[in-house]
Nanobody, 116 residues
Framework: VQLQASGGGLVQAGESVRLSCTASGNTVSIIHIDWYRQVPGKQREFVARLSSDSDGSTNYATSVKGRFTISRDNAQNTVHPQMNSLKPEDTAVYYC?????????WGQGTLVTVSS
C-alpha cells in the first residue's frame, strides 16, 4: 500500500484546511486510515481514524473533536480530513497511515501552519 498525502499550507487561526490521503496498491487490505501529527521535538500524536468497513466509523482525538471531520471518497481511494476552526497549536506535520492486519503503512507528511 502506498499513501500520498497533500493539502497542507499556511492559514490563519480560525480558518480551515482540507487534507487528502490517496491510497494505492493493495487497498482492499486496509482496515482503517489514521491521521497523526507531529511537532518537532514531540512525539507523533493520533488525530483521527476512519474505518474501512461499511459503517465508516470515525474516532477523533479530544483536542480536535468537534473541529475536524474525516470522510472518504471510495471512488478515488481518498480520505479527507476537514480541519475547521484551526488554532496555532494545530501547527504540525500531518501524516496519514493505513493499517492492514499485518502492517502499518505511512505516507509522507504534509505541513500545516496556523498563524495567530
Amino acid at each position: 500500500v502506498q499513501l500520498q498525502a497533500s493539502g497542507g499550507g499556511l492559514v490563519q487561526a480560525g480558518e480551515s484546511v482540507r487534507l487528502s490521503c490517496t491510497a494505492s496498491g493493495n487497498t482492499v487490505s486496509i482496515i482503517h486510515i489514521d491521521w497523526y501529527r507531529q511537532v518537532p521535538g514531540k512525539q507523533r500524536e493520533f488525530v483521527a481514524r476512519l474505518s474501512s468497513d461499511s459503517d465508516g466509523s470515525t474516532n477523533y482525538a479530544t483536542s480536535v473533536k468537534g473541529r475536524f471531520t474525516i470522510s472518504r471518497d471510495n471512488a478515488q481511494n481518498t480520505v479527507h480530513p476537514q480541519m475547521n476552526s484551526l488554532k496555532p497549536e494545530d501547527t504540525a506535520v500531518y501524516y496519514c497511515s493505513a493499517r492492514s492486519r499485518m502492517t502499518r503503512y505511512w505516507g509522507q507528511g504534509t505541513l500545516v501552519t496556523v498563524s495567530s
